[in-house]
């Protein structure tokens, strides 16, 4: 189990941009990977990121999102782009694949168009 912490969301109109951020014991050394929760739908995934760097994203989120390391702050960072009311959710980390012990309290992104 890992206990993760997410930062950095908030309140934002659409078109602004916001870095979100992950952070917990250990991740330096294992695959993340960034989720989300729209109100009323399931959380689904977003993108991950290998120990090296290697990075995947959901198709339909493409060239809006970058995943990064910041190995020196052991963090995992996630910028989004151009964000959109559809943006709007709570963003969580986890390890990949995902284990549901690590889930945290996430991150609050509402987007107001």
């Known amino acids: 189990q890992v206990q993760l912490v997410e930062s950095g969301g908030g309140l934002v109109q659409a078109g602004e941009s916001l870095r979100l951020s992950c952070t917990g014991s250990?991740?330096?050394?294992?695959?993340m990977a960034w989720y989300r929760q729209a109100p009323g739908k399931q959380r689904e995934f977003v993108a991950r990121?290998?120990?090296?760097?290697?990075?995947s994203y959901q198709n339909s989120l493409r060239g809006r999102f970058t995943v990064a390391r910041d190995y020196a702050k052991n963090t995992v960072d996630l910028q989004i782009y151009s964000l959109k009311p559809e943006d709007t959710g709570v963003y969580y980390c986890?390890?990949?694949?995902?284990?549901?012990?690590?889930w945290g309290q996430g991150t609050q992104v509402t987007v107001s168009s």
């Open positions: 986890n390890t990949y694949p995902q284990d549901t012990n690590n």
């Open positions: 250990g991740i330096n050394n294992r695959a």
């Open positions: 990121i290998s120990i090296t760097g290697v990075t």
